[in-house]
């Protein structure tokens, strides 16, 4: 599906929004496959903060009522026993959503997360999100140009930044706030020309 949130690309007034106060969510989901029509979310992880600091975090394991593939349990660590006493996701959509509403959206290669979450709001019978959003694969690549890699993980390595548990979403989440503030304030361009040695 093509979701509906406005993806913000004046990565200029980004800047601005953070200074007088604006209030963002920088969300990661885990899923069962990389197609939302036919994928399910299995965790959804959120931080919600502002320029004085992390206001919330929200994170929750969700059962997917279908079986986790064994690459998915590869990559991310979560099983199919771990979810199994889990709540769906349409147990744990309203307190989410509540959690996100009026906040901008930040996700790494948002599309992805959006399009998913939508997904499963549409298969529970809630309304889809219309957050505005920032994507900090959009917004890394104007920040560092040449940086050869813009991943998450690369970035996060580069700038040591304290991935917690890779592909699980709450600590990705964590990782893409503090990205997210790399991006804002970037780093001289003579530290830029050492991503590409990274």
Same mark, same amino acid.
């Given at each position: ?5 406005? &993806? ?10 953070? @200074?007088?106060? /604006?209030?963002?969510?920088? =969300? ?9 029509t036919t994928?399910?979310?299995? @965790? &959804? ?8 600091? &992390?206001i919330d ?22 099983? #199919? ?9 349409? !147990?744990?959509?309203?307190? =989410?959503?509540? !959690? ?6 930040? *996700?790494? #290669? *948002?599309?992805? $997360?959006?399009? =998913? ?17 920032? %994507?900090?694969?959009? =917004? ?6 040449? *940086? ?7 970035? /996060? $390595? ?12 709450? %600590?990705? *989440? ?25």
């Amino acid at each position: 599906m093509q979701h509906p949130n406005k &993806i913000l690309k004046n990565f200029k007034r980004l800047h601005l929004l953070y @200074e007088e106060g /604006a209030v963002f969510t920088a =969300f990661d989901t885990e899923t069962t496959s990389l197609t939302p029509t036919t994928g399910r979310i299995i @965790e &959804i992880g959120a931080v919600k903060f502002s320029k004085n600091g &992390i206001i919330d975090k929200w994170g929750q394991l969700i059962n997917p009522q279908t079986d986790i593939p064994p690459f998915i349990t590869s990559l991310t660590h979560i099983t #199919n026993q771990m979810v199994s006493s889990c709540n769906p996701i349409s !147990f744990f959509l309203p307190d =989410f959503l509540n !959690f996100i509403s009026d906040t901008i959206l930040i *996700a790494h #290669n *948002a599309q992805f $997360d959006l399009n =998913f979450l939508n997904a499963e709001c549409e298969k529970a019978g809630f309304s889809v999100t219309s957050n505005k959003t920032i %994507d900090t694969l959009q =917004f890394s690549r104007f920040a560092y140009p040449k *940086a050869p890699k813009h991943k998450l993980d690369y970035l /996060a $390595d580069y700038f040591k930044i304290n991935k917690g548990s890779s592909h699980r979403a709450l %600590d990705d *989440a964590l990782t893409c706030r503090e990205l997210f503030i790399k991006c804002l304030y970037p780093v001289s361009s003579s530290c830029e020309e050492l991503l590409q040695g990274l």
